[in-house]
């Protein structure tokens, strides 16, 4: 089989040989009503509030467990959830 280059983003920096799983992109195109926006941003916040409850719940439970390294990959979620750039980019 002939070498086949692929572009992207990738999950970490390097080099690696081996099978590829190339994700789709998927952009609906749908564009929020006007007078649904209000409602659609606090159902944004509501959920992105849930996620940090329930990261937040995982955490206490690994560390309870004494994984804290675990708890800390899993607080980065809380961080990027938590990130107000997010927020912005949800209004947009």
């Known amino acids: 089989m002939?070498?086949?280059t692929l572009?992207?983003?990738g999950a970490a920096p390097g080099?690696?040989?081996g099978r590829a799983?190339?994700?789709g992109t998927y952009v609906s195109g749908e564009t929020v009503a006007?007078?649904?926006r209000p409602a659609e941003?606090?159902?944004a916040r509501e959920a992105l509030d849930a996620e940090i409850s329930?990261?937040?719940d995982i955490v206490e439970r690994l560390r309870a467990m004494g994984r804290a390294g675990d708890a800390e990959i899993v607080e980065t979620g809380i961080l990027m959830a938590k990130d107000p750039v997010l927020l912005?980019?949800?209004e947009q």
């Open 15 to 17: 080099v690696v040989a």
């Open 2 to 4: 002939g070498e086949l």
């Open 88 to 90: 912005d980019r949800i």
């Open 7 to 9: 572009r992207g983003v």
């Open 34 to 36: 006007l007078e649904r």
């Open 21 to 23: 799983v190339v994700l």
């Open 41 to 43: 941003m606090e159902r």
């Open 54 to 56: 329930a990261l937040e």
